[in-house]
């Protein structure tokens, strides 16, 4: 069966019925993320060589343009999940794209910061310069940020996450965080964007600790990677939903004073 007859599926007999219902209530639509996760769906993008349908952006476009039409805060689950995916294909590691692949794992952004109340030398997100650090003892990382506006935050399995580096001067770097993580904190009610449904809120690190090996490509390299790998993702998915603006992950992570264009996201 290939992949358009299952997602047809899906599509009819679990999102579109309770659409309406995730909508009027708010609920994540956990169970239109489990049916596309056991359709093959959630790992549409992965190697077939770890089951994945080892497909690119046109057909993720294509689900998500569908989906949208059907049910919007699943369309921007499934839209912060593919850019996220786009990364961890790339530079995550073979046990983790396999349970994506499998559709037992579903993934997020989580680029934009706030300011960090307390931290010396942060300046107010106000003064347009938001700020993430990372801090490595040993082969562990304190991560500490607040990230807003992440979809399906306190629902994903992991994030995407940016960070200023740990020995670079300039750029940023970028992590995987398992939700599961200690000291991650996500508030009970949604505080931001997105669509009604979406669990599209704050994730808080005071601070939260992951391997050093959770980075994602090289220390500094962040940047780029958003560049090249999320950005295209993000602007695609969004154009085929017909939005006017980008994925406010990314969207609020380049806000500021102009800078540099190696720096526009620098301070993530």
């Known amino acids: 069966m290939s992949y358009r007859t299952a997602f047809s599926d899906v599509l009819s007999h679990v999102i579109a019925p309770s659409a309406e219902r995730t909508g009027r209530e708010g609920r994540f639509p956990r169970c239109s993320v489990t049916a596309l ?15 994945g349908g080892g497909l690119g952006l046109p057909d993720a476009a294509e689900v998500v343009a569908q989906v949208a039409r059907a049910c919007p805060a699943t369309a921007a689950v499934l839209q912060s999940h593919y850019a996220a995916v786009a990364v961890v294909e790339a530079y995550g590691n073979r046990w983790l794209r396999g349970e994506i ?14 300011a960090v109340p307390g931290e010396q030398g942060v300046r107010t997100q106000a003064a347009g310069e938001p700020r993430s650090t990372a801090n490595r003892s040993g082969g562990v990382v304190a991560l500490r940020a607040r990230k807003r506006e992440v979809v399906a935050a306190g629902e994903a399995d992991s994030y995407v996450w940016s960070s200023r580096p740990l020995a670079e001067q300039d750029g940023l770097t970028l992590w995987v965080v398992p939700a599961h993580a200690s000291d991650l904190f996500v508030p009970a009610r949604p505080d931001g964007g997105g669509p009604c449904g979406s669990a599209t809120s704050t994730v808080l690190a005071d601070p939260v600790l992951v391997p050093a090996d959770a980075m994602l490509g090289p220390d500094g390299g962040g940047l780029d990677i958003v560049l090249s790998a999320v950005l295209p993702w993000v602007l695609e998915l969004e154009a085929v939903v017909g939005a006017a603006a980008i994925h406010p992950s990314v969207a609020a992570a380049s806000v500021g004073p102009p800078r540099r264009p190696a720096d526009s996201l620098a301070m993530s």
């Open 37 to 51: 996760g056991e359709a093959g769906l959630l790992g549409l993008t992965v190697s077939p060589e770890l089951g």
């Open 101 to 114: 692949a499998a559709g037992r794992h579903l993934s997020s952004l989580a680029l934009a910061a706030e």
